[in-house]
């Protein structure tokens, strides 16, 4: 990782309020929050199965179709939007990390993996900047100092 991304992740993380913690392994469903719907469990087993091989494709409509049987349970949209992030499709990652959260507010791993998004797209944007040339060459200059700025302050903490 550069420093321009490391920076970005210090800056994102603390300008956006997010907890640090601890990358991890996603989290299996609370036993209080499992879906009543049995085709519902086994779609999300079968997700959570794909995400731990790493095959995000074979997750997404998995997760997609669990959400269908149980629309309001936040570990299958903490899980699809990690799917959909890890597929590239980071603003339907941040719709469905932020719906996660609406219905369970402290859920740690869906603010890690909020935070990690921020992070992308932060760095989609620098990219954007970056293609602009000497057009974005002032705010990519400005956003890099700002960035330095807010990584200092962190430090201080």
């Given at each position: ?5 490391v920076?970005?992740m210090f800056v994102?993380m603390f300008?956006?309020g997010?907890s640090?913690?601890?990358e ?11 879906p ?11 997700g959570i199965?794909a995400?731990?091989h ?6 997404l409509p ?11 349970n936040?570990?299958i ?6 799917s959909q ?6 603003d ?11 219905l369970r507010p402290?859920?740690p791993e869906a ?9 992308q ?10 293609s602009y ?6 705010e990519?200059?400005?956003f890099?100092?700002?960035?330095k700025?807010?990584?200092e302050?962190l430090?201080?903490?």
């Open positions: 990782m550069n420093r321009m991304a920076a970005l994102i300008s956006s997010n640090w913690a601890s991890t392994a996603p989290a299996a469903m609370e036993s209080n929050e499992k009543q719907d049995k085709e519902a469990v086994s779609l999300y087993d079968q199965e995400s731990h790493h095959d995000f494709q074979k997750a998995l997760f997609e179709q669990a959400l269908k049987e149980d629309p309001n936040p570990d949209l903490n899980m699809l939007a990690h992030r890890e597929t590239g499709d980071i339907a990652a941040l719709v469905n990390y932020k719906k996660a959260i609406e402290k859920f603010h890690e993996y909020l935070g990690e998004t921020y992070i797209a932060a760095l989609r944007e620098v990219e954007i900047l970056k040339g000497s057009d974005g060459k002032e990519l200059e400005d890099s100092e700002d960035t700025e807010s990584v302050k430090n201080q903490e």
